[in-house]
C-alpha cells in the first residue's frame, strides 16, 4: 500500500508531531510505502523527519470570488501522478484547499479533523455576514465539491469534533472517531521516581490555551504558601503578555517561560503535576505525553479532553475556570503523595491504551475499509 501524507508543514503542534508519528510507525510495516508532503519549509521536528521520505513542495490555492483564482499545484500533482498512492491522508485546512484542485480518481481521500475547521462550517441564516463569512462559505463550496467526487472518508479526532463534522458536513462521507496517540516509551518513567515540586504546561502561548489562567493558580498557590515551579513550554504570540503578568505577581521564581523545545518528556518526567488550563482543546495530546510519563492531570473542560479525563482517576476535570479551585485540588495531591502517585499510575496504564502502534493499527482498518 502506497500512502501520502500531506500537511501544511511541520510546525510546532499536536497535528504535525502525530502525522509524524504516524509516518515513522507507518514506515515499519511490512509492504507500506509512506511519503510526507508538506507545502512551507518550516521543520521543528528535523530530529524526526529525518527518519522518514520527508519532502516540501510549495503549494497553494487562494480562491477568489471574481473568478481570478491563484493555484500552484503542478508540482504536486505531478508528484501524485509519479507516486500513483492509494491513500491521500490530508491534515489541516490549507491541506484541504489545496487537493481540492488536484485530480486523484483512483486514490482514497482521508481529511484528518484535528480540530473543529471553521472554515468548513454551516452559515446560519441569523449569523451576521462579513467578509470572512463570505471566504468561509466559498471555501466551503470548494472543498466539499470535491469530497462529494472522490472516495472520501472522515476521522475525527474526539466526539466534540465528531459531532462537528455531523452538523457541517454530508452525511454521504463516512466518519471514524479515532484518538490521538503517542509513542508511550518515549515518555515513560516509573510514578515512584523522584519528584520535584513542579508543574508542566504545555501548548502554543495563544488565547484558546488560557495559559493566564495557570499562573493565576501558581499565584495561589504561592499565597497560600506551597512554593512550587511552574514550566510552560511553547511560544506565540501571548509571550510578552504572560512575561508582563509575570512580573506582575512576583512570580518570576516560580514560573518559567521556556518557548518551544525537543524534548518535552525530560520537563515532565521531572513535576509531580500536570496542569492544562485550554479554554478549547480538539483532543489534548499532551495531556498522553504527561499520562505517560506517569502524571496526574488537573485541567479545565476544555471540550475535547472529555474523551480522555476520567475525574477522580487519571486527573481532575472542573467546568469553572477559577484559579482557587484548581489550586484546592493541586493542594490536596501535593499534600497525599501516596494519592498522587495512586492517580498517575492509572494514568500511566490508561495512556497505554493510546500507543501508536495500536492507533497505525486502527488507520490502517480505515484505510482499508
Request: aromatic content about 6%; some cysteine.
Amino acid at each position: 500500500m502506497k500512502i501520502l501524507q500531506i500537511i501544511p508543514s511541520l510546525a510546532k503542534g499536536g497535528a504535525e508531531r502525530i502525522v509524524l508519528d504516524t509516518c515513522i510507525e507507518l514506515s515499519k510495516r511490512e509492504e507500506i510505502e509512506v511519503k510526507l508532503v508538506t507545502f512551507h519549509d518550516v521543520n521543528a521536528y528535523s530530529f524526526l523527519s529525518k527518519t522518514i521520505d520527508c519532502q516540501t513542495i510549495k503549494s497553494s490555492v487562494l480562491p477568489s470570488l471574481k473568478g481570478k483564482n491563484r493555484i500552484d499545484i503542478m508540482e504536486l500533482q505531478d508528484l501524485i501522478e509519479n507516486f500513483q498512492p492509494d491513500i491521500i491522508h490530508s491534515h489541516l485546512f490549507e491541506s484541504e484547499i489545496v487537493l481540492s484542485q488536484i485530480d486523484f480518481k483512483n486514490a482514497k481521500h482521508i481529511v484528518h479533523f484535528h480540530d473543529n475547521m471553521i472554515q468548513l462550517k454551516k452559515i446560519k441564516s441569523n449569523k451576521k455576514i462579513n467578509k470572512q463569512t463570505i471566504t468561509n462559505w466559498y471555501e466551503r463550496k470548494i472543498v466539499v465539491k470535491a469530497y462529494k467526487k472522490r472516495s472520501t472518508r472522515f476521522i475525527a479526532i474526539s466526539k466534540d469534533t465528531e459531532n462537528f463534522i455531523h452538523k457541517n458536513l454530508p452525511s454521504t462521507i463516512p466518519t471514524d472517531l479515532l484518538h490521538n496517540a503517542i509513542n508511550t516509551s518515549v515518555f515513560h518513567v516509573s510514578v515512584n521516581e523522584q519528584r520535584e515540586n513542579r508543574m508542566v504546561i504545555i501548548g502554543s502561548l495563544v488565547d484558546k490555551k488560557g495559559q493566564s489562567l495557570a499562573i493565576d493558580v501558581v499565584s495561589s498557590l504561592t499565597q497560600k504558601g506551597f512554593p512550587i515551579q511552574l514550566d510552560i513550554l511553547g511560544d506565540g504570540k501571548n509571550r510578552i503578555q504572560l512575561q508582563n503578568q509575570i512580573d506582575e505577581l512576583k512570580l518570576n521564581g516560580n514560573v518559567n517561560l521556556h518557548g518551544n523545545v525537543d524534548h518535552p518528556e525530560e520537563f515532565l518526567k521531572r513535576a509531580k503535576i500536570y496542569l492544562h488550563t485550554a479554554i478549547y482543546e480538539p483532543f489534548g495530546l499532551v495531556l498522553l505525553e504527561a499520562m505517560s510519563a506517569g502524571l496526574p492531570i488537573v485541567c479545565t473542560d476544555a471540550g475535547g479532553n472529555r474523551d480522555i479525563i476520567e475525574h477522580g482517576k487519571n486527573g481532575y476535570i472542573f467546568q469553572e475556570r477559577n484559579p482557587e479551585v484548581l489550586a484546592n485540588q493541586i493542594i490536596e495531591l501535593l499534600e497525599n503523595e501516596p494519592k498522587r502517585q495512586e492517580i498517575g499510575l492509572y494514568a500511566q496504564n490508561f495512556a497505554k491504551n493510546y500507543d501508536i502502534k495500536n492507533y497505525v493499527d486502527r488507520l490502517l482498518e480505515i484505510y482499508n475499509s
